[in-house]
C-alpha cells in the first residue's frame, strides 16, 4: 500500500524492534542532568510546537485551544506560525505511529523513555517522516532542543535515535511495524493513517467497506481547512467570502471555506459578525431551524448548548423568524461563553442539567446535540484520538438516550427534535434513535435529508435517509450525523 501527499502514519502496537541505539541514556531517572549547554538559539517555531505537545502529555491540554495564545505572544512572522501549526498540530495527530518507530529505533519502549526527550523524539520525528524538512535540519534542530534544557548527554541520545528513524522512510516503516495487509487488514490501515485500532473497527462498521475505510481514515489524518459561520442577519456568506478571500460552502448556506490564513486576523470575525464552525455543525443548527411542523409558536430549545457555536447561529436565526430560544448548559464556565456569543440574540441561557432543565414543555423545536466521543471531529482536534478508550463509549450513550427523552417531553405534539452527535459511531447515532422509538411509539422519525440539502445539491448526496450521516471523504465536514424525531 502506498499513499500520496505526506505519506502513511503508523498506530502505537505490533513488532517493537529491540537492538537499536542506546546512547546518551534517555531512561527515567532522578540522575542529575548534564549541565553542559551551548548559546545557539533554539529555533522558535519548534519551540512553540514543543510547548504544545509537551502540555498535551503533561496537562492533557487541547492542542487547537493552546496554539492559537502561543502563536498570539509569539513573535514569530507568518512562515513561522504556519511551521509551528503544522509541526504541533501534525505530531499530536501522529502519536501513535511516531510512537511505534520511535521505540523500534530506540530498542525500549517509548514509557522507558523520559517524557521531556519522548516530546522531542515525536516532534523530530514526525518533521523525518510526514514533511519534506530535511533530515539534517530535523535532527539537528531536534539536538539543538535537547541540549538548551538537558546538556549534551541527553542529546546524544536524541541524536542517535532519530538518525536511525532517518534511514527509513514512513512507508518503509509502515512495512516494518504495521500488521500485515493480508492477516489485518483494518490493523494494517489504521497503523498507516495513524489511528487506534479500535476506532477502525468503529468506521469500518459505519462504512461497511474497506474501500470507503480507506477514504475516510486518509481523510481524517490530514488537517482541514478552517471553516467559518457568517452569522445570518449581519453577514452574508457571500460578502464573507469576499472580504475573507474564501468560497462560499458547498451546503450550508452561512459557510465559508477559508484556504489560509488566520481568522481571528479578519474583522467579522473580531467583530462578532462571523465565527469558526465546522460546516457538518452549521447543518445541526440549519436542520433545527427549518425541522418546524405546522405553527410555530416561536418557542426554541437547544437542551446542550456549551459552548455556544450552534446556539449563536440557531439564535441567529430564530431571531430573524421572531422566536425565542432557550439555551441550556450543565457548566458555568461554558454558560458564561454561550452568553457572550450570543449577546444580543433573543436567546435565555440556563444553567442545568438538561436531563432535568426545569423548563416548562410546549417547545416547537428542541435540539439535542449530545456529549459524545467526538470520534466525528478527530481531524480537528488533533490528540483526542489517543485519548478516548472504547470504555468512554456506554456512558455516553446512556447520557444521549436520556437527554433525547427529556427532550421528547418538552417538546408539543407535532413539535420536533433534531438529534445530533460529532461521532460515526452506531451505538452513539442509530442504536440511540432505534432505543428511543422502540420505547415511545407516540415518535416517528422524519426524513433529515431535505433538511441540510440546498438549493444547489439533491438530497440523496446525503444517504438513503431517513438519518443524515456526514464524512469527512464524503463531505469535507466532520462526521456529524443528524436524526429527526416528531412527537406525534
Known amino acids: 500500500?502506498?499513499?500520496?501527499?505526506?505519506?502513511?502514519?503508523?498506530?502505537?502496537?505490533?513488532?517493537?524492534?529491540?537492538?537499536?541505539?542506546?546512547?546518551?541514556?534517555?531512561?527515567?531517572s532522578d540522575a542529575p542532568r548534564d549541565k553542559k549547554t551551548r548559546d545557539k538559539p533554539v529555533d522558535g517555531a519548534r519551540s512553540v510546537a514543543l510547548k504544545v505537545l509537551r502540555a498535551v502529555r503533561k496537562d492533557d491540554a487541547y492542542a487547537n485551544l493552546l496554539l492559537p495564545r502561543l502563536l498570539r505572544e509569539s513573535k514569530l512572522d507568518p512562515r513561522d506560525r504556519?511551521?509551528?501549526?503544522?509541526?504541533?498540530?501534525?505530531?499530536?495527530?501522529?502519536?501513535?505511529l511516531l510512537d511505534a518507530v520511535i521505540a523500534s529505533a530506540a530498542g525500549r519502549p517509548v514509557a522507558d523513555i523520559d517524557g521531556d526527550l519522548l516530546d522531542v523524539l515525536r516532534l523530530g520525528a514526525y518533521?523525518?517522516?510526514?514533511?519534506?524538512?530535511?533530515?539534517?535540519?530535523?535532527?539537528?534542530?531536534?539536538?539543538?532542543?535537547?541540549?538548551?534544557?538537558?546538556?549534551?548527554?541527553?542529546?546524544?541520545?536524541?541524536?542517535?535515535?532519530?538518525?536511525?528513524?532517518?534511514?527509513?522512510?514512513?512507508q518503509l516503516w509502515i512495512d516494518a511495524l504495521a500488521p500485515s495487509m493480508a492477516d489485518d487488514m483494518i490493523g494494517h490501515l489504521a497503523f498507516a493513517y495513524a489511528h487506534p485500532r479500535w476506532i477502525a473497527d468503529v468506521f469500518a462498521d459505519s462504512l461497511g467497506s474497506i474501500g470507503e475505510l480507506q477514504a475516510a481514515l486518509a481523510a481524517d489524518d490530514d488537517r482541514p481547512i478552517v471553516h467559518l459561520v457568517a452569522?445570518?442577519?449581519?453577514?452574508?456568506?457571500?460578502?464573507l467570502a469576499l472580504i475573507s478571500g474564501g468560497d462560499e460552502g458547498r451546503y450550508s448556506p452561512y459557510c465559508v471555506y477559508l484556504p489560509e490564513g488566520d481568522p481571528g486576523s479578519l474583522d467579522a470575525v473580531r467583530d462578532g459578525f462571523a465565527g469558526v464552525q465546522d460546516e457538518g455543525s452549521q447543518l445541526v443548527a440549519v436542520a433545527a431551524a427549518r425541522a418546524g411542523v405546522g405553527e410555530d409558536g416561536g418557542?426554541?430549545?437547544?437542551?446542550?448548548?456549551?459552548?455556544?457555536?450552534?446556539?449563536?447561529?440557531?439564535?441567529?436565526?430564530?431571531?430573524?423568524?421572531?422566536?425565542?430560544?432557550?439555551?441550556?448548559?450543565?457548566?458555568?464556565?461554558?454558560?458564561?461563553?454561550?452568553?457572550?456569543v450570543v449577546d444580543g440574540l433573543p436567546v435565555t441561557v440556563h444553567v442545568a442539567d438538561g436531563r432535568e432543565s426545569g423548563l416548562e414543555p410546549g417547545y416547537d423545536r428542541v435540539l439535542v446535540d449530545?456529549?459524545?466521543?467526538?470520534?466525528?471531529?478527530?481531524?480537528?482536534?488533533?490528540?483526542?484520538?489517543?485519548?478516548?478508550?472504547?470504555?468512554?463509549?456506554?456512558?455516553l450513550v446512556e447520557l444521549q438516550k436520556e437527554l433525547v427523552t427529556e427532550a421528547l417531553r418538552l417538546v408539543r405534539p407535532g413539535?420536533?427534535?433534531?438529534?445530533?452527535?460529532?461521532?460515526?459511531?452506531?451505538?452513539?447515532?442509530?442504536a440511540v434513535i432505534d432505543a428511543v422509538l422502540a420505547a415511545d411509539d407516540s415518535v416517528e422519525q422524519v426524513d433529515a435529508r431535505p433538511l441540510v440539502a440546498g438549493a444547489?445539491?439533491?438530497?440523496?448526496?446525503?444517504?438513503?435517509?431517513?438519518?443524515?450521516q456526514l464524512w469527512p471523504h464524503r463531505h469535507d465536514t466532520d462526521a456529524m450525523f443528524l436524526a429527526v424525531l416528531r412527537k406525534k
Open 299 to 340: 418557542r426554541w430549545l437547544d437542551l446542550c448548548a456549551g459552548p455556544g457555536g450552534k446556539a449563536a447561529l440557531l439564535g441567529s436565526l430564530a431571531d430573524l423568524d421572531g422566536a425565542h430560544l432557550d439555551a441550556v448548559e450543565v457548566s458555568d464556565h461554558r454558560a458564561k461563553l454561550i452568553e457572550n
Open 82 to 96: 504556519g511551521l509551528a501549526t503544522e509541526l504541533a498540530y501534525g505530531t499530536a495527530r501522529s502519536l501513535g
Open 370 to 395: 449530545a456529549p459524545c466521543s467526538g470520534l466525528g471531529s478527530l481531524r480537528r482536534r488533533p490528540e483526542a484520538r489517543w485519548r478516548r478508550t472504547p470504555e468512554d463509549v456506554p456512558a
Open 231 to 239: 452569522r445570518p442577519g449581519q453577514i452574508t456568506a457571500e460578502e
Open 1 to 28: 500500500m502506498t499513499r500520496g501527499g505526506r505519506g502513511s502514519d503508523p498506530r502505537r502496537g505490533g513488532g517493537f524492534q529491540r537492538g537499536g541505539p542506546q546512547r546518551g541514556g534517555g531512561q527515567r
Open 127 to 170: 518533521q523525518l517522516l510526514r514533511t519534506r524538512i530535511g533530515s539534517h535540519a530535523a535532527v539537528s534542530t531536534s539536538v539543538d532542543l535537547v541540549r538548551a534544557e538537558h546538556g549534551t548527554g541527553q542529546a546524544g541520545f536524541v541524536n542517535a535515535v532519530l538518525r536511525k528513524v532517518s534511514q527509513r522512510d514512513e
Open 456 to 468: 444547489d445539491n439533491d438530497a440523496s448526496v446525503f444517504g438513503v435517509g431517513p438519518h443524515v
Open 415 to 430: 413539535g420536533v427534535v433534531v438529534y445530533s452527535t460529532c461521532s460515526p459511531h452506531p451505538a452513539e447515532t442509530t
